[in-house]
């Protein structure tokens, strides 16, 4: 499957923003998704992830009820709200893809387990 990430920008401190991930060939609906973003110097980092089907999700710690992160299976889409957003979230997000069975723990999967990216977005919140 091959993914395209957008929606990025320039936002204040406090706005709001929702990136998308789009997504073609494969099957879709077969994948968990995920979002990692990766900030100047510094290492890529779990920002979300949601389950096949969409029932299960997951985040990182630094942005727990602040991003959302959904699915639309019929649009082959993934999506990210983000809300409240502040300076440290300034980095280029990335989407993943990892073709599961149905049953996967996605809290046990980290960046090497998937095995789709898309081209990063760029997102800059300024203070």
């Known amino acids: 499957v091959q993914l395209q990430a957008f929606g990025g920008g320039l936002v204040q401190a406090g706005d709001s923003l929702r990136l998308s991930c789009t997504a073609s060939?494969?099957?879709?609906?077969?994948?968990?998704m995920a979002w990692f973003r990766q900030a100047p110097g510094k290492q890529r980092e779990f920002v979300a992830a949601?389950?096949?089907?969409?029932?299960?999700?997951n985040y990182g710690n630094s942005v727990k009820g602040r991003f959302t992160i959904s699915r639309d299976d019929a649009k082959k889409m993934t999506y990210l709200q983000m809300n409240s957003l502040k300076p440290e979230d300034t980095g280029g997000y990335y989407c993943?893809?990892?073709?599961?069975?149905?049953?996967?723990?996605?809290?046990?999967?980290?960046?090497?387990?998937?095995?789709?990216w898309g081209q990063g977005t760029q997102v800059t919140v300024s203070s």
């Open positions: 993943a893809a990892k073709h599961t069975i149905l049953t996967i723990d996605i809290s046990k999967l980290d960046e090497d387990d998937y095995n789709h």
């Open positions: 060939g494969g099957i879709f609906s077969r994948h968990a």
């Open positions: 949601i389950s096949r089907g969409g029932r299960d999700t």
